[in-house]
């Protein structure tokens, strides 16, 4: 049980254009999600956490703006990257959690590339 | 915020000796630890988890001990493996119930030669 799935696995686009990553619980419901960016050789770092029906809480430094979340179900959850650029690029986690819960489960990641 | 250190961030062992991994974290608020294996590419993966409540808990070759009084927590490895060669990363929990989130630490590479 507690598997969170991501698609794309890997994306690449042009810089200028918006990108968007989904992040799904398929077999349990996801009060909370978070979505994070690990660069190589680093640790992982939140972006943000996002509850069902409500806006997200972005962690101080990342722009609301461009890094769109959207957790508009129990099992879904989508980061869109606007107006991507190359310093954009990057591994993005999500991770999921049963209200309640204190364990995370993590999606397998996307790799963004942005030329 | 949390803080999280984490040490070594690199261990090279022969298999079957053992490896300690250790963290410190500095909000005494904390209550939930948990520990994360990562291969290259992949998803963090859950190993174990200790509560502030319990100060060790085991899973046959893993282990993880906590001292809420100094504030750091360990993973024991016990007859490593090649395939226990991945990175490690520590993690504490910040924020009361209804908003919490997990602080990583740096990450521990560990290698196992055969």
């Known amino acids: 049980g507690a598997v969170v799935s991501q698609h794309p696995s890997w994306v690449i686009c042009k810089s200028g254009t918006s990108v968007k990553i989904e992040c799904r619980s398929l077999d349990f419901q996801a009060t909370t999600m978070f979505w994070y960016r690990q660069f190589p050789k680093q640790s992982l770092m939140l972006m943000a956490t996002s509850n069902e029906g409500s806006k997200a809480t972005y962690e101080q430094g990342v722009e609301k703006d461009k890094f769109l979340i959207n957790h508009a179900s129990l099992t879904l959850s989508t980061l869109t990257v606007t107006s991507a650029h190359p310093e954009d690029s990057s591994f993005y986690i999500c991770s999921a959690r049963l209200g309640g819960a204190d364990t995370q489960y993590f999606g397998p990641g996307t790799r963004l590339t942005v030329l | 915020g949390e803080n999280v250190e984490q040490h070594p961030s690199t261990l090279s062992v022969q298999e079957g000796d053992s490896a300690v991994i250790k963290c410190t974290y500095s909000d005494s608020a904390s209550n939930y630890f948990p520990w994360y294996k990562q291969e290259l590419g992949k998803r963090p993966q859950l190993i174990i988890d200790?509560?502030?409540?319990?100060g060790e808990k085991k899973d046959q070759r893993i282990a993880v001990t906590l001292n809420k009084t100094a504030k750091h927590f360990s993973l024991h490895i016990t007859e490593t493996q090649p395939e226990d060669s991945a990175v490690y990363f520590c993690a504490a929990r910040f924020g009361g119930s209804g908003y919490s989130t997990l602080t990583f630490g740096k990450g521990t590479m560990l290698l196992v030669s055969p």
């Open positions: 200790i509560r502030s409540n319990v």
